[in-house]
């Protein structure tokens, strides 16, 4: 008996109605965990570089974590990965809600869908039951509307669905696959590639147990994280609502990128919101909500703009929407945000598509005949709205910023691939160019093209506070980091850049500890986010995970498992064509002047960071694993495929972490 994960996995095949059953392969879930781990490695066996985004070979990927469903807090989540159209690249989404512990809780750890149907339709999962259902009634309809009539035909209230929008359904870049508890896949076109097959929904009910090893042991080490998880959860009082003040407030910066300048009414209207967003918390606001088993609520419940639904807010959902457009308004950042739950978009990306057209119009490249007669002006709700439904429709100028800045960029011409703000081609959070060398590390290399796979609570909270409070923290037990980074971390922050080596060390720890977030399914708030999160813990998710699987798993070999998937990961983009020349940041960071405290970044010395960030890693100046690292963490397959493309680095000398 498998201990911890469900034990079969199901793979459906679209394009000729054929759905089969079968164990889950031991070996590659006791080498990969999970999740992103278990995902990755499939896409690398039968995703190829031939395989376009849009083939009907490329695959949906939906997997658990090794802890997802089980009775550990906040170990709820499941990883959609798949070849994105963005980006090209392996891409992935970690969905917390409900979604995976139902389909946990109905025997399956992961499933794997294939091929093309030739109408609409949607997947329903009932334990054993498992069957393709005709979504031609469905189609075009918004998610949550397409949720309730999937539940009504059903007759149960209690499936868990994820479904796409307008946006998935006409493979617009930046759509997402949406969970009715304010949980998402929304980065890198995940909704898109559902489109593409057809595929309107996943709906599940699970009622099955799932085996742990040692139940005892795995009470007694959830007791010890709720206890040590207080810290973490009292930060998230209004949460959402002091994310959306401190971001937009402290983001000047960010507002102007595109524009190069902000106002000074901007300014004022910033003011007032930060000074007044607890007063439109308590009008508004009816409750908070978590995900399941999860003792943080991180999530704000408010009514949405749009329709009768109610919308979950969580973190930058409201906020980007301000950032990119400069309308500094609440009630905007809400509509904004319920045209995206409408259509099932991705926020981010969206809030970057209309700050780049509004820019270009500025600018002269975009004009009234390009945009059938729409002034696009900064400041004006109306403009940004309109841009939305054209976006969504794929209609005249949403046609083209549908496809994502960098391709539309290409598309209009004139100049304008001068002026798009990505990463590898994906739209970064807005948020995340405010000019801090610790936060772009992150956002050029991690495989997620943003800060949450790098950073962390401790560095960005806690390291800036006085050393009297840093040696409190360590002396109270929360510095989870190798002893030998306290030298770092009682050193001050340095905002220059220049004294790197700390940072890099904690940027490729985070990494390695954010990996495991993702093969065991716990929330990444837990993990990495709040300044005392309990799962930074290694030796905890060792023994955690050895108590659910009896799998004999230690500090030493969890690592080896984190970094393995990291390399993986890896491999699958550089056999798809990246090197050090995609693990940078836009130009503009570099160019544009930085607010206080932080001084101006160049070009020279963020190489240098990257040489040493490639160097702990063991991956060579190119940016490419060696072939020693590779077989350091049990990938000697990836090496040798690596090698007979001729893309294998040379071995290096170990380098000391």
């Known amino acids: 008996m498998l201990y911890g994960w469900a034990g079969a996995e199901l793979e459906i095949d679209l394009s000729r109605g054929k759905i089969q059953k079968r164990a889950t392969d031991r070996n590659l879930v006791e080498t990969y965990l999970g999740?992103?781990?278990?995902?990755?490695?499939i896409l690398w066996d039968r995703v190829p570089p031939q395989v376009d985004a849009f083939s009907p070979d490329n695959l949906l990927i939906i997997g658990n974590g090794v802890l997802t469903g089980t009775m550990v807090p906040s170990a709820n989540h499941t990883f959609i990965t798949f070849k994105s159209p963005v980006t090209g690249l392996l891409a992935y989404s970690a969905v917390g809600g409900f979604f995976g512990t139902a389909l946990k809780h109905a025997g399956y750890d992961t499933v794997i869908i294939s091929g093309k149907s030739p109408v609409p339709v949607y997947l329903w999962i009932?334990?054993?039951?498992?069957?393709?259902?005709?979504?031609?009634?469905?189609w075009g309809k918004a998610p949550f509307e397409a949720q309730r009539l999937i539940r009504q035909e059903l007759n149960d209230d209690d499936v868990e669905i994820m479904c796409i929008g307008l946006a998935g359904e006409n493979r617009v870049y930046a759509a997402t696959i949406e969970e009715r508890a304010g949980a998402s896949a929304s980065?890198?076109?995940p909704g898109a590639v559902m489109g593409d097959k057809k595929l309107k929904a996943i709906a599940v009910k699970g009622t099955k147990d799932i085996n742990v090893a040692d139940g005892a042991r795995l009470v007694e080490l959830c007791d010890w994280v709720l206890v040590h998880s207080a810290p973490s959860r009292s930060q998230r009082l209004n949460y959402c609502e002091w994310v959306t003040a401190g971001l937009v407030n402290t983001n000047l910066w960010a507002i102007g990128h595109f524009s190069g300048n902000v106002s000074p009414e901007v300014q004022r209207k910033v003011r007032e919101l930060s000074a007044h967003i607890d007063d439109y918390a308590r009008k508004f606001k009816t409750r908070d909500v978590a995900c399941y088993n999860c003792p943080v609520r991180c999530k704000s419940v408010y009514p949405s703009s749009v329709d009768d639904n109610s919308i979950i807010l969580k973190c930058q959902h409201s906020?980007?929407?301000m950032i990119m457009s400069q309308v500094i308004d609440f009630d905007y950042g809400m509509k904004f945000f319920s045209l995206c739950l409408k259509y099932g978009l991705d926020d981010v990306s969206l809030g970057n598509y209309i700050g780049f057209a509004i820019d270009l119009y500025q600018r002269g490249i975009l004009t009234k005949e390009d945009t059938d007669g729409l002034e696009l002006e900064w400041g004006k709700p109306e403009v940004v709205f309109a841009l939305i439904e054209k976006i969504a429709r794929r209609e005249?100028?949403?046609?083209?910023?549908a496809n994502g800045v960098y391709r539309a960029a290409r598309q209009i011409g004139r100049g304008a691939e001068n002026y798009t703000y990505d990463v590898k081609k994906l739209e970064p959070l807005p948020y995340d160019v405010s000019g801090r060398p610790n936060v772009a590390l992150p956002i050029a290399t991690i495989d997620k093209a943003d800060r949450t796979r790098g950073c962390s609570g401790t560095i960005d909270q806690v390291w800036k506070q006085p050393r009297a409070e840093r040696e409190a923290y360590i002396k109270a037990g929360y510095f989870q980091y190798p002893k030998e980074f306290e030298k770092y971390f009682l050193a001050d922050f340095d905002h220059s850049g220049v004294d790197y080596e700390g940072l890099c060390q904690f940027n490729?720890?985070?990494e390695e500890i954010l990996a495991l977030t993702d093969m065991t399914g716990l929330c990444f708030f837990l993990t990495n986010f709040g300044g005392y999160p309990p799962f930074s813990n290694r030796p905890l998710l060792a023994d955690l995970i050895s108590a659910a699987t009896g799998l004999d798993i230690d500090e030493d070999e969890l690592t080896k498992m984190a970094r393995r998937v990291m390399n993986l990961v890896r491999a699958y983009n550089v056999r798809e064509g990246i090197s050090r020349k995609d693990d940078n940041m836009p130009k503009i960071f570099f160019q544009k002047s930085r607010l206080p405290p932080y001084q101006q970044f160049d070009e020279t010395l963020f190489n240098k960071w990257l040489d040493r960030y490639y160097e702990i890693k063991k991956w060579d100046k190119n940016g490419i694993p060696t072939a020693e690292i590779l077989e350091e963490v049990g990938l000697d397959e990836?090496?040798?495929?690596?090698?007979a493309r001729g893309l294998l680095a040379m071995p290096r000398a170990s380098v000391s972490v």
Do not use: C, P
């Open 35 to 41: 999740g992103k781990g278990t995902n990755a490695r």
């Open 187 to 189: 980065r890198a076109g």
């Open 638 to 643: 990836v090496r040798k495929e690596l090698e």
């Open 396 to 401: 005249g100028i949403g046609d083209i910023l």
């Open 319 to 321: 906020n980007v929407a």
């Open 508 to 510: 490729v720890y985070n």
């Open 126 to 138: 009932d334990d054993d039951r498992v069957e393709l259902r005709d979504a031609s009634h469905l």
